[in-house]
């Protein structure tokens, strides 16, 4: 009898608890694939962190393991201040001239201080996931040259290159003003064979010190198969 009267206020209980839980707190946990809520700051960073393919470098949520040249980020913020890291985002750490070595790329001309401001947030948080907030998936048996638009995306060549191979995305200190596009005759015509636009993706072209954006090192990174899907694109282009 004891042990019944128990259970009934145990019961009793754990629906006071849950209506009032629920009542007074959005924090609770929710059921996978309702609508949890983000620090609007660190949901933004983790968009940009996939955006710019930090996530093809550090790996997803900066976990690492995509090359041993490139450091894992999941604990770098409690030893790197928040002045520091935006310092490293914006200047990189200095271009590797060593045409085998992936370098961390200067994003201060590209990416803006607000959303450095993000990923910095992101970084701090300890790099949660967030839904959504995944690289595009690689389409296969589509032909190369549809994997290599979406990888055009995946790997960040669009926010520097812009859509379409446009070009045009300023590059003040840079002699040429801008960063190239990779359509049309100018291109065609330098870059006339599959050798020579793989060796530049490949290797990258440091064209000065920060803050110069200079082209960064795929080699490494990106897997050959790849390598070849972008140029299918980049040859379907104007
Ligand atoms: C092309 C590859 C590449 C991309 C893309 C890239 N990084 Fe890096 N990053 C590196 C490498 C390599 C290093 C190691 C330092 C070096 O050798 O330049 C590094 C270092 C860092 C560091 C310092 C880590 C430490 O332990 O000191 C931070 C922070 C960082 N990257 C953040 C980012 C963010 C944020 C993005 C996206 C905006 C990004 N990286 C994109 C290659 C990359
Ligand atoms: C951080 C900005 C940035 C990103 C990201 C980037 N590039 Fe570049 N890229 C450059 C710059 C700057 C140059 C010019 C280098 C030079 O003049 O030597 C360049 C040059 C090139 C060239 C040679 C064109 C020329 O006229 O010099 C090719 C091809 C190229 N990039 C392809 C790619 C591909 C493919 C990706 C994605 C995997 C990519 N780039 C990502 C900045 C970038």
Redesign the pocket.
Known sequence: MLSALGLAFAAGAAGWAIGHSSAGSTKTAMPAGSSASFDPQVAAGAHIFVQF?CAQCHGEQGRGGVSPAVPALTTVAKVVSAVQLRSIIDHGLGESTNPTRPYM?V?GE?ISQTQVTDLIAYLRAGLPSVPTAVPPSIPTGQGAAVEGSVL?VR???I???GPNGLGGVP?PV?P?KV??P?SGVA?RK??NTDAK?LA??RSG?V?GRAPI????H?GGI?PNGQLTA?IAY?KTLK
């Open positions: 393919a790329p994003w590209v055009y790997d960040g060549c926010n520097c290159h590059n840079a040429d960063i190239p990779l291109f330098q870059f636009i530049v993706i072209s064209i954006v200079s082209m960064p795929w990106i972008l980049l």
